[in-house]
């Protein structure tokens, strides 16, 4: 039996019937574990000691009333057998806070999930630039010009901030685009702002899939979100359809390759996005698809997240 610590939002706005955290949670009560629950905003240092107000909780299965509260202490995080980081994004202040707390803590014996450094590091957009050989052409600046220069080469382009989530702020031009100059200047607040483009790939109209790979290995299903009619974006916020499908040979390729190399870099819970043939973001804040996949395909991705934490 363990203690097992989640960070994560307010629990009373958690979507129990699909949050991968309350999944996650859910599974590890089942083997007996012990579920605590707590928000970053609940870190603290004392000295170099850092702790948090947790809550322990009794979760149970129905969605309306998924959890109760037995208790809430100071618990030194070091304490905990694993504390798993799953607050939603933006990666903001607060969050980089958050994270240097927990690598403290770390330092201290407290294992955390995904490895703070790691979060740090391994922005969602930009860490496709570690694995180029499984991006499609990509461009990062903040130079509107560069940005233009990069739309008449590539003649079809996404354009999308570097701190947006769920498809927000995402922008597919052209080069006729008659609002291409406004777009340029609104993404990059007129040159003061460093965005991501690539060249548009057009198989996501059969999905943008979510590849969840667990302490380095691929899981045997993805979740393909499919855009709703006339949409770019297939993010389930933006609208998209969830279907879970069997790993394509593809998938499965750039997903082993990149196995071992987060594995090492301590994210043991990653959720990559594939279109069609090239890997678009490395996920690792709080990967999601976990429920859809299991309701769906029957695989159940909790419980390789708590055989991997308790070994």
């Not at 019937?17 to 007996?32: H, I, N």
């Not at 991705?301 to 070994?311: C, N, P």
Request: aromatic share 6%; net charge negative; with cysteine.
């Amino acid at each position: 039996m363990m203690d097992i610590a989640f960070i994560v939002d307010p629990l009373g706005g958690l979507k129990a019937y699909k949050d991968s955290s309350v999944f996650m949670m859910r599974e590890a009560s089942k083997r007996g574990h012990i579920v605590w629950a707590f928000e970053a905003c609940e870190l603290q240092a004392r000295g170099n000691a850092v702790s948090a107000m947790a809550s322990r909780l009794t979760v149970g299965d129905d969605n309306n009333h998924w959890y109760k509260v037995d208790q809430s202490v100071e618990k030194p995080l070091k304490d905990f057998g694993a504390v798993l980081m799953r607050k939603d994004p933006p990666f903001d202040q607060e969050y980089l806070y958050s994270t240097l707390l927990l690598s403290l803590a770390e330092s201290q014996g407290a294992r955390i999930i995904n490895r703070p450094a790691s979060l740090r590091d391994y922005n969602e957009k930009l860490a496709i630039l570690k694995f180029p050989e499984f991006a499609s052409p990509t461009l990062v600046t903040a130079d509107m010009a560069r940005v233009h220069a990069f739309i008449d080469e590539h003649t079809d382009v996404i354009l999308k901030k570097l701190d947006g989530m769920g498809g927000t702020s995402i922008f597919r031009v052209t080069t006729a685009d008659a609002n291409r100059n406004a777009i340029v200047e609104v993404q990059t607040e007129y040159g003061k702002s460093t965005i991501m483009a690539q060249r548009y790939i057009p198989e996501i109209a059969k999905g943008d899939k979510r590849v969840l790979v667990i302490d380095g290995k691929p899981m045997s299903h993805a979740l393909a979100r499919i855009p709703k009619a006339g949409e770019t974006r297939g993010n389930l916020a933006a609208g998209g359809k969830g279907v879970a499908m069997p790993l394509t040979t593809r998938e499965r390729e750039i997903a082993e390759a990149l196995g071992p190399t987060l594995k090492r870099d301590g994210l043991t819970i990653v959720g990559l996005d594939i279109i069609g043939d090239y890997l678009t973001e490395v996920n690792v804040t709080s990967p999601t698809c976990m429920v859809e996949i299991y309701e769906q395909a029957g695989v159940n991705i909790a419980a390789e997240v708590i055989d991997a934490i308790v070994g």
